[in-house]
């Protein structure tokens, strides 16, 4: 018999045209809260194929929450919804990255498909993000620092970001002379670049640990957390703060004195940040990879009290509930989760097809092995962690009888011969194990971002109805819960 088991899963995309969210326990007037946006679309023949629009709220990369609604047969499209920050930045990508929208905003786009980058933007807060856009797709914003391992110890590092910072302040005083925004402009932007600083310099610190750089001591930017962690102290909400603070917990993690021990929580890693701006982000975001990494529910139970304590951002707080009570309503009934990766908008596999050819493999498996459990293993021969799990893997399959599951191993990669000396040295030609390469085309790239195969490993169990009943990165084969996910849904 079937029990609820606690679900590894991703955050589900809610596809609503109307959309508004629970009243919030701090909110006294919900209504008060509602931002309403409005859009046309010009020259739409230019795109034809593109029949919705995707506005994005802020938050952290793996549990974003997505609003989709049609554009309609007038070439218009609309969102309502809650908002539960005092300011927020949203995303409508790829026309508009970069839009600020405050509680009550009455907000009216129009898109020109044959120029996109460039939306007319009228209603509440137009000219503040008129100024903005200028900044953000005139050429003069920067995000990404492009560093990468071009470095050899601190000296050089330095140099390397001190060299791109200046490039962005460059940009920044170009701009202001230019167009001579507002001051609030100018303030937003400036929290802006010191965000991507600091993101930067915690992020390539971090890979350079994980790289094995032998000269670099990423030690030496601890004290830079406490200004980082000023930028997070404050009422408007961003992409920004999230990127920034999930670089603050990896960075934190990689120096854990306990790093790449199994003893290390939470609180050792949030310890140095507890009386910080930074620890509502940083206990958020361990809440929150619980939830969608660890695929744990009762743990964000047992931390309640903390969660009061550490979070009184209204919208950390609601981002937060949203997501927990999404593991929940999967945990209880995943086939609608199911039917959105493997169908899309579309009914059943039938409809599905003839709209998503790229799918094709994916349903290929499901035909083949219905009335059995399906345990997908995605993987690359490049990978470290995946072939990590090579052996656990097998020690796996002998815990079940292979005419009740069966474990499917796939790659796509161009070098067969590769992929073919990884499986031979591993020894994974055995019965109950089948491998599956797929060619490195289009199609399965297609594929793959609509089941968000978007890192490795990442696994699929699904059950014999052929529906998906836990997912993500940590179902790993060397996971406990990854056989008792499995027993329990036999």
Not at 60 to 70: A, E, R
Not at 96 to 120: A, R
Not at 236 to 260: G, K
Request: aromatic share 12%.
């Amino acid at each position: 018999m079937k029990k609820i088991f606690t679900l590894t899963t991703l955050l589900l995309i809610l596809l609503v045209s109307g959309c508004k969210q629970g009243k919030n326990s701090h909110d006294e007037n919900p209504m008060t809260n509602e931002v309403i946006i409005t859009g046309y679309i010009k020259n739409r023949d230019f795109y034809p194929h593109v029949e919705e629009i995707v506005l994005k709220l802020p938050f952290f990369k793996k549990g974003q929450v997505s609003y989709t609604t049609p554009i309609d047969a007038d070439n218009r499209f609309y969102f309502n919804f809650q908002l539960h920050a005092e300011m927020c930045e949203v995303s409508i990508n790829p026309y508009m990255e970069h839009l600020y929208v405050q509680p009550g905003d009455s907000i009216h786009l129009e898109i020109d498909f044959k120029d996109m980058l460039n939306p007319i933007i009228t209603g509440s807060g137009a000219e503040l993000n008129r100024q903005f856009t200028l900044y953000t797709e005139g050429g003069y914003y920067m995000q990404d620092y492009r560093i990468w391992t071009d470095f050899k110890n601190n000296e050089e590092f330095d140099r390397l970001m001190e060299k791109e910072y200046q490039e962005r302040l460059r940009r920044y005083e170009e701009f202001v002379t230019k167009h001579q925004p507002d001051e609030k402009v100018k303030e937003y932007i400036g929290q802006l670049i010191q965000a991507d600083y600091y993101t930067a310099l915690l992020q390539h610190s971090t890979q350079s640990l994980l790289n094995r750089i032998e000269d670099m001591d990423i030690h030496r930017y601890a004290d830079r957390l406490k200004e980082a962690a000023q930028l997070l102290d404050s009422q408007v909400i961003t992409n920004a703060h999230f990127r920034l603070s999930e670089e603050m917990y990896m960075y934190l993690n990689c120096t854990h004195e306990n790093f790449r021990k199994k003893e290390i929580t939470m609180e050792d890693v949030l310890a140095p940040m507890k009386d910080t701006p930074a620890m509502p982000y940083l206990f958020a975001h361990g809440l929150a990879s619980s939830l969608y990494h660890v695929n744990d529910t009762t743990y964000f139970d047992t931390q309640k009290e903390n969660f009061d304590q550490y979070i009184d951002s209204p919208y950390l707080r609601n981002s937060i509930l949203q997501l927990h009570q999404s593991k929940k309503n999967f945990q209880e009934n995943p086939k609608p989760v199911s039917d959105y990766i493997l169908y899309g908008r579309y009914q059943d596999q039938g409809d599905a097809q003839e709209v998503m050819p790229h799918m094709i493999p994916m349903y290929d498996i499901l035909n083949k092995y219905r009335g059995k459990m399906i345990y997908l293993d995605f993987w690359a021969p490049w990978c470290p962690p995946c072939l990590a799990e090579m052996q656990p893997l097998k020690e796996l399959r002998k815990k079940f009888k292979p005419k009740d599951i069966v474990f499917i191993t796939i790659c796509r990669n161009s070098n067969k011969e590769r992929i073919k000396e990884v499986l031979d040295t591993n020894e994974m030609h055995v019965p109950g194990i089948e491998h599956v390469d797929l060619p490195h085309n289009n199609d399965i790239h297609k594929m793959y971002n609509q089941l968000n195969v978007n890192s490795y490993p990442y696994y699929y169990i699904i059950n014999r109805e052929g529906v998906i009943v836990n997912y993500g990165s940590m179902m790993r084969p060397s996971y406990p819960g990854t056989a008792e996910c499995i027993e329990e849904w036999l």
